[in-house]
């Protein structure tokens, strides 16, 4: 029984090993035996083996390799070329290769005719394509903040499938593995027969390793090819930006300081613009609480047509338009003012009141030429400047000094540098004339002939007809061209009565010298005139001359206007 | 699986035929231009795909195998062949660039192709195969290439694969084996023809 045991041990023993098939199972170490038979392009093939333990030399030399086509034919044919480069290989060509069709192959010794080892296989089922090669890469994109970057490789065929791939006998998709520096799990992409792959979202600043393998469509892969390492540092692109941004700002706030502090003055008007202070039409009351009357009566004594600078074209100032058209109309109303009669402190509307605002905070020393006589005590109908009204001059006489000699002719104006509180004129030239007329009545009067004129009852003079009265001594033109005519409330006739002529030489004497204009006037209540100007354009402003008396009669007008 | 039984030589016969009456219609007329390269393009891209779903279809079949089944498998399927076998066709690159024997090959399966088809999925694909090979056909050539020659080649087709004494499992998978090799051999066949007659060096279709 234990006998009939052990062989049957033996025999289930032998029917093991004898049912696994030498090509499946590994063989005991000391055998030769195939290690595997693998084709490149589909065209050639070859198969290896390994001489395993086999100790004996000629043994080894007896190893060959035989094959065969047709299992019904069992024709075995050997091995058509053993490899030279490489020992234990065979190697079949193309024209011993037949795809599509099963092979076996036998390891075998020559002397005792063992098979070692048997292989059966389709040529195309063991094709192994080789690796791709010539790999590389391209940055296909990179994110805005450079963290992120897509990826292109790309490689070539395998070298020795190449010419199979053109004219179409194989045809080889490729895949690629790509994974982190560091890490086990391979990320796969099939890429079909394209030899380029797209990779989305590396990261920068992480190393990157890709590698590509080929294989036959439905068959095996090849082994992978070597892999390339790819590393994109970032650039840090946040910080140029950031600097860059904070020196855009501080260069344009220099900028700005710089423009700003260039243009202040613009700036400062345009951003705060200049409060206009109260309009008042007539007169600034700055100058009135100064009691700087003689600001006022400097100019408002002057004929308005003869204060240019006085004029102006700003729309604040009401200017009423006289109408000159016919001289021979009373003169009361060439610069009678369309206004109705009132006792209110209406502003003179021949005046052009240019500056009520103006002269209180830009300009001082532009005076203030608006019209000063608010408390006239005169009820007159008229507001407008009447430098020889002989309608409403009334019983106030023009208080002219002139000399009464036809002699008389240039000088017939004086300076009148101071004003009594009462009203009184104290005039320097008078004091001059008077003086003289004291000492030589007629002597001085020719020589100094000096005429205060103020015809008007409001004490108005007129330059102009200062300007044809006076004689054109150096004197008399120094004082001339300081002569003021103030604006008198209540002139004593007492100063002028004396000098009081009756007539104007002025009248008698056309050929006086002409008609200058007021330049300006300066801080001492003077006018100073413009030297040699023609009188043609003041002669369309002034229409009216001094009468006798202060009247301007009609008649007169005639010799006078040109 | 029975099913591909009978499906599997008409499979590869009915391929052949068309391939090989597109070969030869290739040869003969090769002055249309645009049109067939479209047709043999369409024609191509059509076998790969079968050739794809077989590779496909026996890939699922050997992970489902069982170690043992497996085993068995591997020892006796290298000893079958396929109905193909029997069909002289170009074996090897330089054949097949010659192509000189596809046509009698044409001959021999157009007298031999049985149409077993089922509502089938493959069967779909065989059928759209085969019309866009004879529209190509049609348009390469004046009709038909004579197909009437006799052929003493025995030519076992559809009992080939029932006369084995395999088990199921062997011959479900012998077929599966049988077609995706078939596929793959008409595949190689079209893609090398149009290679050839397209313009093109760098033929990767």
């Known amino acids: ?562 | 699986m029975l099913q591909m039984k009978n499906k599997c030589p008409s499979f590869f016969l009915l391929a052949l035929v068309l391939l090989s009456v597109v070969l030869v219609s290739l040869l003969v007329n090769q002055g249309r231009a645009s049109d067939n390269q479209r047709l043999f393009n369409n024609v191509v891209v059509r076998v790969q795909h079968l050739h794809q779903l077989a590779a496909k279809m026996i890939n699922d079949f050997d992970d489902n195998l069982l170690p043992e089944d497996r085993r068995l498998l591997s020892k006796t399927i290298p000893m079958s062949f396929c109905i193909s076998d029997y069909i002289e066709a170009p074996t090897g690159k330089d054949e097949a660039q010659r192509s000189s024997s596809w046509e009698l090959a044409s001959q021999i399966l157009s007298r031999t192709v049985s149409n077993s088809l089922t509502a089938n999925q493959i069967n779909e694909k065989l059928a759209d195969l085969k019309m866009g090979i004879s529209v190509l056909i049609k348009g390469c050539l004046d009709g038909q290439p004579n197909m009437d020659d006799n052929d003493s080649l025995p030519l076992p087709f559809e009992d080939f694969y029932l006369t084995t004494e395999d088990n199921d499992l062997t011959k479900n998978f012998r077929l599966l084996a049988c077609f995706k090799k078939d596929m793959h051999k008409v595949e190689t066949y079209l893609r090398v023809a149009n290679c050839r007659r397209s313009l093109d060096s760098n033929c990767t279709l």
């Open chain 1, 1 to 562: 029984m234990e006998a009939v045991l052990f062989i049957c041990i033996l025999l289930a023993c032998a029917v093991a090993t004898q049912s696994v098939p030498p090509t499946i199972q590994g063989q005991t170490s000391t055998r030769p035996h195939l290690t595997g038979c693998f084709s490149r392009e589909l065209m050639t093939f070859r198969c290896q083996w390994e001489t395993g333990s086999l100790q004996n030399q000629t043994e080894l030399d007896d190893l060959r390799l035989f094959y065969s086509l047709k299992t019904d034919s069992k024709k075995w044919m050997e091995c058509p070329s053993y490899s030279s480069v490489r020992k234990n290989e065979c190697f079949f060509d193309s024209s011993n290769t037949i795809i599509w069709y099963p092979y076996v192959v036998q390891l075998r010794s020559r002397s005792p005719d063992v098979v070692y080892d048997e292989m059966s296989f389709n040529v195309e089922d063991i094709v192994f394509p080789d690796p791709p090669v010539g790999l590389n890469w391209t940055v296909l994109s990179m994110g805005s903040d450079g963290l992120i970057y897509d990826m292109v490789v790309s490689w070539d065929p395998p070298p020795s499938a190449a010419e199979n791939l053109k004219t179409g006998w194989i045809l080889l998709v490729y895949e690629t593995q790509y994974r982190e520096k560091g890490s086990d799990q391979w990320n796969s992409m099939d890429n079909g027969k394209d030899t380029q792959a797209y990779i989305y979202g590396l990261s920068s600043n992480t190393e990157y390793e890709v590698r590509v393998r080929s294989k036959m469509r439905g068959y095996n892969f090849g082994v992978f090819s070597d892999s390339i390492f790819i590393l994109i540092p970032n650039k840090e692109s946040r910080i140029p930006i950031t600097a860059v941004l904070v020196f855009a700002a501080v260069g344009i706030t220099i900028v700005l300081m710089v423009v700003v502090v260039s243009r202040q003055q613009k700036l400062m008007v345009i951003f705060l613009p200049p409060v206009p202070g109260p309009k008042i039409k007539g007169i600034d009351p700055v100058l009135l609480q100064k009691g700087q009357l003689s600001e006022f009566t400097s100019i408002l004594g002057t004929h308005p047509g003869l204060r240019p600078e006085l004029y102006s074209s700003d729309p604040w100032v009401e200017f009423i338009e006289v109408d000159i058209d016919e001289p021979h109309e009373s003169q009361e109303e060439l610069l009678i003012a369309d206004s109705p009669v009132s006792d209110s402190p209406q502003m003179s509307s021949s005046f052009r009141d240019d500056d009520s605002g103006r002269a209180s905070c830009c300009d001082p020393d532009l005076s203030d030429h608006d019209q000063t006589d608010l408390h006239h005590p005169s009820a007159s109908s008229h507001d407008g400047f009447h430098p020889l009204s002989r309608a409403q001059s009334g019983p106030q006489q023009p208080a002219a000094v002139c000399p009464q000699d036809n002699t008389w002719s240039n000088n017939l104006y004086s300076q009148v540098s101071d004003v009594t509180h009462r009203g009184e004129v104290v005039l320097s030239p008078e004091e001059q004339e008077t003086m003289a007329l004291k000492d030589e009545d007629h002597k001085k009067r020719k020589e100094i002939q000096q005429l205060v004129v103020i015809p008007d009852e409001r004490g108005y003079t007129s330059e102009f007809v200062a300007g044809a009265i006076s004689a054109p001594t150096d004197q008399l033109q120094s004082q001339e061209q300081h002569g003021a005519f103030r604006d008198i409330q209540n002139l004593s006739t007492d100063m002028v009565t004396s000098t009081q002529s009756s007539a104007f030489p002025i009248l008698a004497n056309p050929t006086s010298p002409e008609y200058t204009m007021v330049d300006s006037v300066d801080w001492k209540n003077s006018l100073l005139l413009k030297p040699n100007t023609p009188t043609a354009p003041h002669k369309a402003a002034v229409k009216t001359f001094p009468t006798p008396e202060g009247y301007l009669t009609p008649d007169l007008l005639d010799n006078i206007t040109p």
